[in-house]
């Protein structure tokens, strides 16, 4: 959980808590919560996802993607993704679709998420408490 803390830390604005560590720690979520390394055993991203029930079944979560700076646009945070994919087509054909929010000012996270056949379904404008402007994007892929 320590390389994990320096990857959001230094990714993102938000300082996430022992809970969300505690999430991602959970036996339950360690399938769908995994790193990219650099070739060697250094991570250079990682996504943090938990599995959720709703209406309609299940569905996977992805609390965060993080990719390092210097490792951004290879491909890697696609890859994450791609590979979340395939373990939930694989071992959990139960998973519905998987979801996310997005900080709204953050283009490039839409986009990407978008190119990777994510929807919008709903703005919430106060869904960050720590950040201006508080508002998120809700995303949706259905599998």
Known sequence: MGQLRVLNHVCFPLTYG????????NPENGPVSFYACDGGDIPVG???CRFETFDKGVRVYIMTLSVLK??????????????????????????KEITLHVHTPNEGAVAFYQKLGFEIVETMPSYYRNL????AFFLRKQL
């Open 70 to 95: 210097s490792y951004r646009r290879l491909g890697i945070g696609a890859a994450l993704v791609e590979e979340l994919l395939r373990r939930i087509k694989e071992s959990y054909k139960r998973v």
């Open 46 to 48: 990682a996504i943090s």
């Open 132 to 135: 201006e402007p508080p508002s």
């Open 18 to 25: 022992d809970s969300f560590y505690s999430q991602v720690k």
